[in-house]
């Protein structure tokens, strides 16, 4: 009902270690979230706009203008991408690790939420790389219209 506290200590965390592997990993799940909702609000964002103006045929029919604006958009898409995938190795990856530590109970209870972490890197990083195909494409079309 009210706001958890942690009281650290060697006592409790030897009491920790008793609980039964389903309480273990639900605190593991709280530490190290399995999915953030804004990643999926920030991948179908990139991936709509993408679906729209990266096309071939959207970047047939944008002027030179419209070229640098839809780079741009890549580029900040791209940014916000990068700085997504270091604060989920920055915040989440130490949690998963230092959980290790308290014992063989905790690795095993940590097991779901690592895997489910590294999942979500590799989410990350696949979009990361859908954003890159979508930039490069963008800017072949802005260095052919250059070379014409």
């Given at each position: 009902?009210?706001a958890?506290?942690?009281?650290?200590?060697?006592?409790?965390?030897?009491?920790?270690?008793?609980l039964?592997?389903?309480?273990l990993?639900?605190?593991?799940e709280?530490?190290?979230?399995?999915?953030?909702?804004?990643?999926?609000?920030?991948?179908t964002?990139?991936?709509?706009?993408c679906?729209?103006h990266?096309?071939?045929?959207?970047?047939?029919?944008c002027?030179e203008?419209?070229?640098?604006?839809?780079?741009?958009?890549?580029?900040?898409?791209?940014?916000?991408?990068?700085?997504r995938?270091?604060e989920?190795?920055r915040?989440?990856?130490?949690v998963?690790?230092?959980?290790?530590?308290?014992?063989?109970?905790?690795?095993?209870?940590?097991?779901?939420?690592?895997?489910d972490?590294?999942?979500?890197?590799?989410r990350?990083k696949?979009?990361?790389d859908?954003?890159?195909?979508?930039?490069?494409?963008?800017?072949?079309?802005?260095?052919?219209?250059?070379?014409?």
């Open positions: 009902s009210g958890s506290r942690y009281y650290g200590g060697r006592a409790l965390m030897a009491r920790m270690a008793e039964p592997d389903d309480a990993r639900c605190i593991c709280q530490l190290v979230p399995t999915v953030m909702r804004s990643n999926e609000e920030l991948m964002e990139a991936r709509e706009y679906a729209q990266t096309t071939d045929a959207a970047l047939s029919a002027d203008e419209g070229l640098r604006e839809v780079y741009e958009e890549c580029e900040f898409l791209q940014g916000a991408m990068c700085r995938i270091r989920w190795k915040e989440r990856g130490p998963a690790v230092q959980l290790r530590l308290v014992s063989k109970d905790w690795r095993r209870a940590r097991e779901k939420p690592t895997n972490l590294k999942a979500e890197l590799a990350l696949q979009h990361k859908m954003l890159d195909n979508a930039s490069s494409r963008v800017l072949e079309e802005i260095d052919r219209r250059d070379d014409d």
